[in-house]
């Protein structure tokens, strides 16, 4: 069984940076792709940045140029550097690995148990 435990959320003034981490334990065969998603209330989940096994990222337009994803494999945990934050990035934050079987037949996801992002203006 695959876990994932969050950390690194809180209160920030707009304009301020927070770092966010997920590690991952247990049996992981191989890594499909890692990615951070959020949901502010009373809004549904939104995909906010990815990273792939070879490395390719990707990020919707609101975060781009601010927030920067990236992985330690060794470590095997997913960050997510957000810089410039504004009061509408205030939301729970939920860490996901997509990963493959030991067949390499099927993939699972697995979520973070969330954090909480608060901006203040």
């Known amino acids: 069984q695959v876990q994932l435990v969050e950390s690194g959320g809180g209160l920030v003034q707009a304009g301020g940076s927070l770092r966010l981490s997920c590690k991952a334990s247990?049996?992981?065969?191989?890594?499909?792709?890692m990615g951070w998603y959020r949901q502010a209330p009373g809004k549904q989940r939104e995909l906010v940045a990815t990273v792939t096994d070879d490395g390719s990222t990707n990020y919707v337009d609101s975060v781009k140029g601010r927030f920067t994803i990236s992985r330690d494999n060794a470590k095997r945990t997913l960050y997510l550097q957000m810089n410039s934050l504004k009061p509408e990035d205030t939301a729970v934050y939920y860490c996901?690995?997509?990963?493959?079987?030991?067949?390499?037949?099927?993939?699972?996801?697995?979520w973070g148990q969330g954090t909480q992002v608060t901006v203040s203006s």
């Open positions: 247990g049996t992981i065969f191989r890594i499909n792709y």
């Open positions: 996901n690995f997509r990963l493959l079987s030991a067949s390499m037949t099927y993939q699972t996801d697995y």
